[in-house]
């Protein structure tokens, strides 16, 4: 049974030492269905760059990406999320990881770099969503028009829509939980820092997991239609919980549908806002939560009664948001579906 | 000698009903020797919108403002404020303050309207500000794109650059700060809701008058350089104390001079920050201060020591902020500017 | 039928001239079965300071209300609004208002005042929530530890809880909310701000008026449950969004139920947080909203389908938000609620 | 000379694998000639927790850190800081510093734990600032009045005064700065993140360093007075720029000086604020800056035009800011102080 105090089973063996080779998510494919909605959705109204071009392709950043760019949108029959890529902390480092990545039976072999991103190891975690790890970039030198009054600012903020500072982290279903959360844990030194766990603990229904003293930079939450390789969502990064409020009335105004928010999660503390973008994804707007500092930090684990609604303010998160990720799939029909994430009272 | 504590002389009569007859600032005309770049400034940068072009002259508005225009920009080879336009409470109103203006010998007479703004009787301050009253208004609907998706906004937030919500307030330098504000008391009924005095309250060096609730819609300070007719700066309004550190940001990365702020006024409790635009004229971005309530309100008065700064955190506001005014005119000759404002330290 | 467009009927004759003769909403009190916790939670955590405290009553302030008090608590067997007190603008305002309500037939007599404010006409309107008039009011002076560093400021802001700065409307339930809207326009003076009208502008759902350029100070919405004299929210000012946030914070870590917000509500523009004070009324923390500046401000009408939810950015209302209001009184029999004021979706 | 691309010597060997053996900055012990009126700032107005008392010191918490205490106030004759105390990754991690600081000779060796810290091990930096590096730590656990209602929280966010959330860094003055740079690069495995240096790169104004991806937890800076072991100022963090400005208010509330801000800085883009506490030493309130996600971030440099008055939108910190820290000494007397940190125009 699991141990629902420090979140973890009793069986696993996680290694004494710190595995500290992931340094940050360094860059988010998105498949969209409609390229040039999607592409006035990030540009227009939530204010990131296009930095490049290419057949198919538009690569964006946000102003504070010190990478060239952080997301990258492909024309795709269907929405979601295509390659994840971890940017590792150093070349020894990148050599380790691929190391464990081969030695655990889910690697896919390099490919290419491409937009000021190095060669880069590509692997699938177990429900199959496509990962990479890679070293080499190219710092963003941002042209005369865009070159910000602070040096230590990669671009301009231009004050355009929404104004995204940079990628935060992602959000994505699987089949199961644990297998997930285990795998970024043991191949890639992830820390858990928070779960939710019902059924006294042992139906783990999401992790929140970091390479760092972010408080996470990808969730796994468990599919409750059985999908996979979906997607949630990607949150993207503002500086205030001000900016997320500004957020809302800006997306208003373009009567572009907000989902849930802005409010306050209680587990992360994330201040957040949840939109879909034209091509279908999930988009959170997101701002807020607490960097964890402690090196051997005791998972939260949040029961089925402190989960609540997941909203620490009150209210609720609406059904679609337990329902709806990208590639959109029919609800299981044997039966509701049987794993509710959250009470949307 | 001056009641201290009431900030009025005891030898001045008003009425004892309150005159209600000014109902807001509705309009100012800001002239400018670089009309092209000074456009830019109120479009691109503090994101307000243009309403009409004519010959020489370019009629903006905030997203908040109801009517069709609050700000005129006008060619002219020296900057400085042009009109200055209230909007009284009702046609009879008007009549009566027409009245009264001809009575104090004023008068310059009516002029035809421009833009949504019906006729408008002309007149002078005791300084020579233009000042202009009127009533009739068309009010602003906005076409297609820009209209709002809140019905009770006049037009949409676009999100563009700094978002300034509507006209507030202008400060004016004068030669006699009593006699300027006893004009406003008692031809126009404004209330003086505070008041700056030295030397035992016996020199005024400025008052700050509303036609309603709102703190101050115009302010008379002393001129240290004895010109005539000159503007210390025209405010415009945004929502939050956030806002007004955004503007900064985003002034910033124009490399446009930010002269002070963002700080808050102790007099007021204003949120501000100093700037000037293209063309010479100092504008505001303001937020947060307090409505007045009390239709009995005593003006607080601020002597020497009370005084301080003027800014409520420390610090001070710089020696360009005493002296600096458009039109701009050199220091006099014979001393040191002889009435410091406030002390630049 | 109803004219639309300026939500008010044709055969409705409002003096061309408008009455000026209030000037804002001075004082409420609030009736409690829980005496000593509401204290608590208007004191610690709303942050309000106590100036008085007689037989089963206490008189609260906010930092910023320049009158003594503002909110009184007074122990009743239920909970529910007490008096309503308006502050005219000048004796011979007060003089015409009680010759208005004495026609009017609506009238309770003159009472003496308490705790700073002067003797006080009482009358009802039509729905008989008490109401009363006065003028006189001695400004509150701070004693010497509550006393604040800005002088323009009644009392220091102490940075205790949420820190409401001062009172700032309420909602009204009432059976017929035609009736009660016009004696406040015809009676007092108010100037309607914003209207709800369902069924193609017939069913006059709710109207927003105030005696100022405030957006309102008090509504009228219709009793889905045809009570008497019910309040549905009294709202207390903070000067910022982030303070809203801040407030549910505070509230959420004192366990005290939210029962809708933060948000922003279509309209009013207002941005909300709805809680219940241990005796049972309701309370919003409020900020936002614009100021009202038009005098000739045509009332914005908002018929169901541009009413939706009442929430701006997405989300609904609670079912408890039509149905709850004190005192509390049980549901219709005879059919379910029939005037649904929004679609708690 | 120094590259002043890179900010570092090329003849400085860095180990080509990052050490990331120092999680973050655990604890600072201030020192102060009033404990009880320092006590009283940092609980009544910056709203810490008291956690223990002992003879001599009081140990304080904000409402964030993880560990029992992070602040210690040690009664001493002058200001100034004790211990820096800086936590270790893991034990493996702390022994490998261990024996590098015992390698460099600038050991002091072990030292008993205390207030949940387990045993440290003491040493200086070049400069003589008292340091301790441990791994033991008994996470807090909120007595029931101090439990939180977000499970992820470690105490309950009690709304009093500013409401520190956490420890965040810490500024130190030097007689030289890249000895002191380098010692926390090579024996403690900091990231060099930003620099002043003038003279063409030749003279190392002020370094900003951290062990994780936040900007900053340790800054050094040339000591103008050629003092020894001296500290500028500690710094403790706010979730939001409008937390800073209202502290601001309740700062200037309580008329406790603040020497600069709210304002941002160029480098670390910072949102400050410095006051003093009654001992005498300087207290950054702060929030914003950036996280360097970057795993091969090269140091920014800013050069004497670049650094300016090193504030962000205009206008200068004051001279004090220059030349006060704790303990204060006089200033030198041959000379004017050399090393004019900033432009304190």
Redesign the interface.
């Known amino acids: 049974m699991a141990d629902e105090r420090h979140g973890t089973d009793p069986d696993e063996t996680l290694p004494?030492?710190?595995i500290?080779d992931v340094?940050?998510l360094g860059h988010v494919e998105l498949l969209t269905p409609r390229l040039e909605q999607s592409t006035w959705y990030f540009r227009d109204?939530l204010?990131m760059e296009i930095v490049a071009e290419t057949a198919g392709a538009v690569h964006l950043r946000g102003y504070?990406d010190?990478?060239m760019s952080s997301l990258k949108l492909t024309a795709a029959p269907k929405p979601g999320v295509g390659c994840i890529a971890w940017?590792?902390?150093?070349p020894?480092?990148l050599a380790r990881r691929v190391a464990a990545l081969e030695r655990a039976g889910c690697a896919e072999g390099w490919i290419a770099g491409e937009v000021g991103r190095g060669d880069g190891f590509r692997f699938r975690d177990p429900d199959g969503h496509r990962m990479e790890i890679y070293y080499d970039?190219t710092?963003y030198r941002a042209p005369e028009p865009l070159r910000?009054?602070?040096?230590?600012?990669p671009m301009?903020?231009?004050?355009?829509?929404?104004g995204v500072?940079?990628l935060d982290h992602l959000a994505l279903l699987c089949r199961d939980v644990a297998a997930n959360r285990r795998f970024m844990q043991q191949e890639l030194g992830f820390r858990l820092h928070?779960q939710v766990r019902f059924q006294r603990g042992t139906v783990e229904i999401g992790s929140w997991l970091s390479p760092?003293?972010?408080h996470h930079q990808v969730a796994y939450v468990v599919d409750a239609r059985r999908g996979a390789g979906r997607l949630h969502h990607v949150a993207l990064w503002v500086?205030?919980?001000?900016d997320v409020?500004?957020a809302?009335?800006?997306?208003?105004?373009h009567?572009i549908?907000?989902?849930?928010?802005?409010?306050?999660h209680?587990?992360?503390?994330g201040?957040y806002?949840y939109t879909y973008e034209p091509g279908g994804n999930r988009v959170e707007i997101y701002s807020?939560s607490?960097?964890v500092?402690?090196?051997?930090?005791?998972p939260?684990v949040?029961n089925e009664v402190?989960r609540g609604t997941g909203v620490?303010?009150?209210?609720a998160l609406?059904e679609s948001f337990m329902t709806y990720a990208t590639p959109d799939i029919p609800a299981l029909r044997a039966a509701p579906d049987p794993v509710p994430l959250f009470d949307p009272r």
């Open positions: 004494s030492e710190p500290l340094a940050h109204v204010g504070g010190y990478a940017r590792a902390a150093s020894a480092a970039e710092p910000s009054a602070l040096k230590n600012q301009r903020y231009t004050g355009r829509g929404v500072r940079r928070e760092s003293i972010l500086d205030n919980r001000e409020l500004r809302a009335d800006i997306l208003s105004e009567e549908f907000i989902e849930a928010g802005p409010a306050k209680n587990n992360s503390q201040f806002l807020g607490f960097l500092l402690a090196p051997d930090w005791q939260v949040w402190e620490y303010w009150g209210g609406p």
